[in-house]
Each structure stands twice: as structure tokens, then as C-alpha cells.
């Protein structure tokens, strides 16, 4: 028989730092449960199990003309089906829609996909994308701001210590009008799929002058963490948005899939996999058709 383990449902943050700094052993936060229950499973078993599913406190979505904040407990289906979200960073609501099934998004939350840390988690490379700020409660009492690469480190890894909580996300609204964005995954089935690729994109875009001012571009699961796409951005920014436009766009994304993971079993998929990804963006993000010539001499 495994051995029990503690288990505590504080109504409120006070009550959550109260815990963790009177307790010295192993600490583990559920929130959804959708990663946490297989971890308890599988894995070695905290000491002390902090269930903060219904702490009101860490649910919440507050929009103001500056910055969105989101509570590190609220569902993706909240985020999902949040229409001021929808219109600000239709980017995060589509990640957010798109993670597993409804059952799974009615619990599963934003601060847990984050510290869940795995490659295909589909809003890491959205967070990154749009420069999110991550507050951090930490065991000594203290709260940190952090960079999202500050907290996501690698496979499966963060910086969080022994009993830190994530306690809140904030993202900046950059580009002000001319903000537009999208997310796009890859997945083995349509639904209840890690993503084997996914795409975030942000751009200042002037659609007076049909022109892309700036641009962040961020890919998952082609690492163990989101990676910025820089050199597919460059082909991007100043750029007026047409065929030869979505031509180097999507050549750019191949020469970065080759790039980030030569040699790689899946990089023969993965680079043509992006072009689909790629133009599936575009067409969403200025819904118009783009007629690429590429397919027929995109590299084998
Ligand atoms: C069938 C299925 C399909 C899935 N499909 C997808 C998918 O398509 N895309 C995707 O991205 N993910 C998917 N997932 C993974 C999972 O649903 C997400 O990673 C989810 O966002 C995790 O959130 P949670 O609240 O359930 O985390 P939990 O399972 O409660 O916790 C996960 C980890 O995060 C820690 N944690 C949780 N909240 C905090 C906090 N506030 N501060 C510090 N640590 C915290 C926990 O201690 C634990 O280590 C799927 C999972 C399942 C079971």
C-alpha cells in the first residue's frame, strides 16, 4: 500500500504562505488535477498536498487598458469562452480552446499548464509570445515578478521551489489597435492531443497600409522549451502582407524547423508539418487565401 499523504484546502492565499512556511517536508500544489493526479500516480508522493481548485482568489480575469491579469487558478474553459480575452488576445482564448476536451478545460488551469512545463503545453509558447509576466508567491514569504523564461527552464522543469504557488499572470497589451494574433497546433487527434507542433503569433500590423510593423513568433514543442522564432520574425516585420509575403513566411518557418532540431526523427514531419501550421495562420490572421507556389519546391 502507498503511503497516505496530507492533504489541505486553504479558502485563501494568507492560509496558503500560513502552510508552506510551517511545514519542512515535500510540498505539491493540485489545481485542475488533469497532470497532478497521473503525477501522484505514478511519481514519488509529496508529504503535503495543497488542493487550491476553489480558491476564489486565483480565479479571476481582469482586463484594463494597459494589461490583462489572470489568476494562476482559472480554468482554460473560462479563458476560452472570455469575450473581452477573445477581442484583446483571440491568441490565447484559440490555445486555450484548444487544450484537450471540455472535460479537461473545465479543470485545467493556467497556472498548472505552466508549471506543468511540458514541450507541447499548448499555452507556454502563447505566454512567451506575448511577453507575460509571472507573480510568484514564494515559501520565505516573499513575491517575485518574473519572465516567463525565468520560471519555465526546461522539460518538465521550472524554477519553482519546495512550496513557491504561482499566483497570478500578467500580460502586457502591446501594438494597441494595431494588435492582431493567432494560435495554431498540430496534434495526433483532433481532440485530447499534446501537440507534436504549435505556433503563437503576435504582430503590430497597419491595415491601412496592409503592412506588418513587428511581429513576435513563438513555436512549441520543437524543444524542451517554447523557442522565439527570430529569424522567421525578420522576414516578417516591414513587410507588406502578400503572396511572396506568406512564400517567405512559410520557407523562413522550414529553416527554422531545420535549425531547431537537425537530425531529429520527427524533423522530416516537422518541417513540412509548420508550412500547413504557417499558412493556416496567415489566412486566419488576414482572412484572405494566400496562393503559395511553394509547396511544389519546398525542400524534401
Ligand atoms: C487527456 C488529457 C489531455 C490533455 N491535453 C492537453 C492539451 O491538448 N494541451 C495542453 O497544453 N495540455 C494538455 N493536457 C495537460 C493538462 O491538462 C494541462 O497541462 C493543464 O493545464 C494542467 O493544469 P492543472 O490545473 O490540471 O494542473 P494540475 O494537474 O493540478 O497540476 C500540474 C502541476 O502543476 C503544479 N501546479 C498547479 N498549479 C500550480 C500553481 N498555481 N503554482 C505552482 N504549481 C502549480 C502542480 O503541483 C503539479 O505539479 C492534457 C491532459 C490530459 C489528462
Not at 504562505?17 to 508522493?45: H, K, W
Not at 476560452?80 to 480575452?85: G, K, M, S, W
Not at 520565505?140 to 520560471?151: L, P, S
Not at 501594438?175 to 503590430?204: H, Q, T, V
Request: proline share 4%.
Amino acid at each position: 500500500m502507498r503511503d497516505l499523504v496530507q492533504l489541505a484546502r486553504p479558502d485563501s492565499v494568507a492560509e496558503v504562505v500560513a502552510l508552506v512556511g510551517g511545514f519542512s517536508g515535500n510540498i505539491s500544489y493540485i489545481a485542475g488535477g488533469t497532470d497532478m493526479v497521473i503525477a501522484l500516480e505514478q511519481g514519488p508522493r509529496p508529504d503535503l498536498v495543497i488542493d487550491i481548485s476553489r480558491m476564489q482568489a486565483l480565479n479571476f480575469i481582469d482586463a484594463d487598458i494597459d494589461a490583462i491579469h489572470i489568476g494562476a487558478a482559472t480554468p482554460l474553459s473560462t479563458l476560452a469562452e472570455h469575450h473581452v480575452l477573445a477581442a484583446k488576445l483571440p491568441v490565447l482564448t484559440q490555445a486555450a480552446g484548444q487544450v484537450g476536451s471540455l472535460q479537461i478545460r473545465n479543470r485545467a488551469t493556467i497556472g498548472g499548464n505552466i508549471a506543468s512545463a511540458v514541450p507541447g503545453g499548448d499555452l507556454l509558447p502563447v505566454l512567451k509570445c506575448l511577453d507575460c509576466r509571472i507573480e510568484v508567491l514564494r515559501r520565505d514569504k516573499t513575491t517575485t515578478i518574473q519572465a516567463f523564461d525565468e520560471v519555465v527552464t526546461g522539460l518538465g522543469k521550472t524554477s519553482l521551489g519546495n512550496g513557491d504557488i504561482i499566483a497570478a499572470i500578467t500580460i502586457p497589451l502591446q501594438f494597441g489597435a494595431n494588435r492582431i494574433s493567432a494560435f495554431g497546433k498540430i496534434g495526433r487527434r483532433r481532440e485530447l492531443a499534446i501537440a507534436r507542433l504549435n505556433l503563437a503569433l503576435l504582430a503590430d500590423y497597419d491595415s491601412s497600409a496592409n503592412r506588418i510593423n513587428d511581429v513576435r513568433i513563438v513555436a512549441g514543442a520543437l524543444g524542451p522549451v517554447p523557442l522565439r522564432l527570430r529569424s522567421v520574425e525578420r522576414q516578417l516585420r516591414g513587410r507588406t502582407v502578400d503572396n511572396t509575403l506568406a512564400d517567405d513566411f512559410l520557407q523562413a518557418l522550414t529553416a527554422a524547423v531545420d535549425a531547431a532540431i537537425p537530425g531529429r526523427i520527427s524533423q522530416a514531419y516537422k518541417r513540412h508539418a509548420v508550412m500547413g501550421l504557417g499558412l493556416d495562420l496567415l489566412q486566419r490572421l488576414f482572412a484572405r487565401e494566400f496562393s503559395w507556389a511553394g509547396w511544389a519546391k519546398a525542400p524534401a
